[in-house]
Structure formats: C-alpha cells, structure tokens
C-alpha cells in the first residue's frame, strides 16, 4: 500500500510525449516514472558502493604497499570471464 507522494514534475511536452511513446501496453505514466525513479535510485547506490570499494581499496593499498598492476588485473578479470563462459557453455 502507498502512503507517501512525491512532488508533481513539471516537464516540456516533448518529454511526456517521448515517455508516452515508450510505454508498455496497459502501462500508466505514473508506473513508467515510479519504475524509472527505483531503477535510478539503485543505479545510484550502487555507483556509491562501488566508489567506497574503491577508495577503502586504495586505502589498504596504501598501508600495506601492496599494489596491483592494471595488467594483472586486467588478466585476472579476463581469466574470471573465461571460466564463467566456459561453465556456461557446459549447461
């Protein structure tokens, strides 16, 4: 059950026109914004964890000295794909 609003949006008339083009059959405007609003909500969070992985990774990088070349990084991630594919390919 809903029990809160969110301020009306005003836009140009050809943002509700290419928004109403865009929607699904049976689909309303307000589910189509509600759904755009939770899917930028999470990009969001998710955006912001990843950046706090990486800062809190510098910071151990920095007080244990250990580093790692984009390189090897690259390979390992490239090996990750690889195997992930392979198993895949299995199925």
């Known amino acids: 059950m809903k029990n809160a609003t969110l301020p009306s949006l005003r836009v140009d008339p050809e943002l509700r026109q290419a928004a109403e083009s865009v929607l699904n ?18 990009r969001r ?7 706090a992985r990486g ?6 990088a920095k007080k244990t000295g250990v580093y790692f070349s984009s390189e090897r990084v690259l390979a390992d991630l ?3 794909l690889r195997q992930v594919e392979a198993k895949e390919g299995n199925r």
């Open 45 to 51: 969070q998710m955006h912001r964890e990843f950046i």
């Open 55 to 60: 800062l809190a990774s510098y910071e151990d």
């Open 78 to 80: 490239e090996e990750m």
């Open 25 to 42: 059959e049976g689909e309303s405007l307000s589910s189509f914004m509600e759904e755009s609003l939770r899917a930028s909500i999470t």
